[in-house]
């Protein structure tokens, strides 16, 4: 066990530690301990490489439906991210060369920012973004045969941050993965899909999760772009309070692997932030993480208690919408 988690068993009576998890797994019974378990962490749970490692580190939260879902960013978890949004199909990975099929990934990735970029200032939402990315798609267009998207191993480079993390948290798939610097705000978005399938027969089996993790226990997180342009390391994206209001309100973290392209050529799979280090696999990597799991059928008492946090659709999305959502919301659970 890499992470020193007993005082979890001690303090609460419903957890239970999990001692097969190829992790730092601990199942709680009710609801309420495991938000509670989430709402101290930051300050009784010790980073795993000691006290010391708190010097520049904080917590981070990410809550799943599923506790079985990789940590992958939504652009790399199926086959074809864009094509509900009016792009062609990306070739089948199994009959593309490895090195040939990122370059078809950034294309994609590319056009469907400038689809957002444009239709999103066409109807007088105006998005921030560098004036450099308009040159740069210029040079892309003009090339036919697809050479300047080879060029791009290292894609994105910081001046493609802003209006990625704009178009993340308005439902474009992208290569950035959120997390939270609140558990429950993690707790709530692996709730929330209780709510929104509400009305369908999803079965309720199984347990959804909240994974937590100190920044500083990873050695290959930077916390700054890396100024080599062939860098393979994980970064969390800086200046985040200026890349949306959503993400503020959300205590939000932004965290992509700025060599996943040189990562899919060397492995023939998308880096998952569970178990990728570098430039290839890492299979202990897991093993710095500390994950805390509940029953779904319970998540509607969870999110009972999440109310009773102020931790409600408009805190997390705040909009004169998620206002009537919240009343909407609060009626389905009966408070």
């Not at 890492?282 to 999110?303: A, C, E, I, Y």
Request: charged letters at 25%; proline letters at 6%; one cysteine or more.
């Amino acid at each position: 066990m890499a992470i020193g988690i007993s005082w979890i068993t001690e303090m609460f009576s419903g957890a239970i530690y999990v001692d097969s998890s190829d992790c730092n797994e601990v199942h709680f019974e009710n609801p309420e301990e495991f938000l509670s378990c989430l709402s101290v962490i930051p300050f009784r749970q010790k980073p795993v490489w000691g006290s010391d490692s708190r010097r520049g580190g904080k917590w981070l939260f990410r809550g799943h439906w599923d506790e079985a879902w990789a940590l992958k960013p939504s652009a790399h978890r199926n086959a074809q991210p864009f094509y509900d949004i009016g792009l062609k199909k990306l070739p089948e990975r199994s009959v593309v060369r490895h090195d040939q099929y990122w370059p078809k990934m950034v294309e994609s990735e590319v056009f469907a920012l400038r689809k957002f970029m444009t239709l999103a200032n066409s109807s007088s939402l105006p998005c921030e973004f560098s004036a450099e990315i308009l040159d740069e798609i210029a040079e892309m267009r003009k090339d036919v045969q697809g050479n300047y998207y080879r060029n791009m191993e290292f894609f994105p480079k910081s001046k493609w941050y802003p209006i990625m993390a704009r178009a993340q948290h308005h439902g474009m798939p992208t290569r950035l993965l959120d997390f939270s610097s609140d558990g429950l705000y993690a707790a709530f978005f692996a709730g929330i899909r209780r709510w929104n399938v509400q009305d369908s027969e999803e079965n309720l089996e199984g347990k959804l999760c909240v994974w937590a993790f100190f920044t500083s226990d990873f050695a290959d997180l930077d916390s700054e772009p890396d100024t080599d342009t062939e860098s393979k390391r994980w970064l969390e994206v800086p200046a985040i309070s200026q890349l949306g209001s959503n993400l503020a309100s959300q205590r939000g973290s932004l965290i992509l692997h700025e060599g996943a392209n040189n990562y899919y050529s060397k492995n023939g799979e998308w880096p998952d932030f569970f178990s990728s280090s570098g430039d290839g696999p890492d299979p202990d990597r897991k093993r710095n993480f500390l994950k805390l799991t509940l029953d779904r059928p319970k998540v509607k008492q969870m999110l009972c208690c999440l109310v009773r946090h102020d931790v409600t659709p408009v805190r997390i999305y705040p909009s004169l919408d998620n206002v009537t959502a919240t009343l909407k919301y609060r009626s389905w659970l009966s408070i």
